[in-house]
Nanobody, 121 residues
Framework: QEQLVESGGGLVQAGGSLRLSCAAS????????LGWFRQAPGKQRELVAG???????DYSDSVKGRFTISKDNARNTVSLQMDSLKPEDTAVYYC???????????????WGQGTRVTVSS
């Protein structure tokens, strides 16, 4: 069973930056896509950033221009650089991976355990 392990969450002030990383237990070229979801208290889990096997990136409107997703095939990691953070970015962030088909209409087959991000005002 593939494993995804996130790191890098924490507490930051509004306007600050954090970088989340996700390490996969196998080669990430195995996946059609990789992404980051988040779930805030009382809200549904949402996809905030994704990257295809070709390197095409996609972002939710709420983070576009502030967050950057990237991957390192050699290190089998996917990262999320979060800049200009806002209190509304506070959530648990989950790394996810798709096999077979990738995109907003497909449910990832693999999930990390989540890492908490708290942005104070």
């Amino acid at each position: 069973q593939e494993q995804l392990v996130e790191s890098g969450g924490g507490l930051v002030q509004a306007g600050g930056s954090l970088r989340l990383s996700c390490a996969a237990s196998r080669r990430i070229v195995f996946f059609e896509g990789l992404g980051w979801f988040r779930q805030a208290p009382g809200k549904q889990r949402e996809l905030v950033a994704g990257i295809s096997s070709y390197g095409t990136t996609d972002y939710s409107d709420s983070v576009k221009g502030r967050f950057t997703i990237s991957k390192d095939n050699a290190r089998n990691t996917v990262s999320l650089q979060m800049d200009s953070l806002k209190p509304e970015d506070t959530a648990v962030y989950y790394c996810a991976a798709w096999r077979g088909a990738y995109g907003k209409d497909y449910v990832p087959g693999y999930w990390g355990q989540g890492t908490r991000v708290t942005v104070s005002s």
